[in-house]
């Protein structure tokens, strides 16, 4: 039955926002695999629910219904503290704001994820150095974010996803605030991350950005569709517009 080429799979995901009397659908029934060593983008406009859909892909919002399983284990089943074990061992998050802590160098920022695992005292430092060196911030270890450009604050981010060994990059807007060559510089850093056989899941707006992704799917108004199934929608819609609405 088990197929340990799937890293995750959504099936059916749901999920309505509730305020008071009012209530917003988000999500209308999201299904995604993705294999071990994909590199899969989720592009989508404004408002078309991919925040939402990366919080519950992260363990940090649930689904109210739907199912999800990560590395095969069944995340509804699990109880708050097993989320957080499981999250904290195979998830490295990556935001468009980069979320360093502001008074702490760059070497405390990467080595923090390091005082909640298992990872043995002696061997924190040296992981964190060697995290940091792979991004290319060898000579920054001591410098605060402050003292860093956003680039180099988001590869700092990076280092800090990766010093826990995650199965899984999940990353949202990871360019956002940044201008077009950094950005370009970041997204050549995950690239690599994913050919070296990172799972990278990126949530983005941008479809020259979407696009160095190995596949990427489409989020509409909390649907989901394939490339395919996006391309054959879009040649519709003209072929509509061309038809001179003659319904209309
Ligand atoms: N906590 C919330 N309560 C109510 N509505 C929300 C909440 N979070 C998001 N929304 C609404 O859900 C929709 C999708 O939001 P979001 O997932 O953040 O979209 P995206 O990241 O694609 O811009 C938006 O219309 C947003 O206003
Ligand atoms: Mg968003």
């Known amino acids: 039955m088990s197929n340990d080429e799937i890293l995750l799979e959504l099936r059916d995901i749901k999920k309505t926002y509730r305020m008071g009397e009012v209530s917003f659908p988000v ?16 592009l989508g406009p404004s408002g078309s629910g991919k925040s939402t859909l990366m919080n519950i892909i992260g363990f940090l919002d649930k689904p109210d219904s739907g199912e999800y399983n990560l590395l095969g284990r069944a995340v509804s089943s699990l109880s708050e503290r097993e989320m957080a074990k499981l999250r904290n061992e195979t998830i490295g998050f990556i935001f468009q704001n980069f979320q360093l802590l502001p008074r702490l160098s760059s070497i405390d920022n990467v080595l923090l994820p390091l005082f909640y695992g298992k ?13 940091l060196a792979r991004v290319g911030l060898s000579e920054k270890t001591e410098n605060l974010p402050k003292q860093l450009s956003g680039g180099q604050q988001q590869r700092v981010a990076i280092a800090r996803a990766l010093v826990t060994h995650p199965s899984l990059l999940l990353c949202d807007e990871p360019t956002g605030a940044l201008d077009r060559n950094t950005g370009t510089q970041i997204m050549e850093i995950f690239k690599e991350l994913n050919r070296d056989g990172m799972t990278i899941v990126m949530i983005t707006h941008d479809r020259r950005i979407a696009a160095y992704a190995s596949r990427t799917v489409h989020i509409i108004d909390g649907n989901l569709y394939s490339a395919e199934e996006y391309d054959a929608m879009m040649e519709k819609d003209i072929a509509s517009v061309e038809g001179g609405n003659a319904h209309d």
């Open 27 to 42: 999500l209308h029934g999201i299904s995604l695999s993705v294999k071990k060593g994909e590199f899969v983008s989720i």
């Open 119 to 131: 990872v043995p005292k002696k061997e924190r430092l040296p992981r964190a150095k060697n995290e």
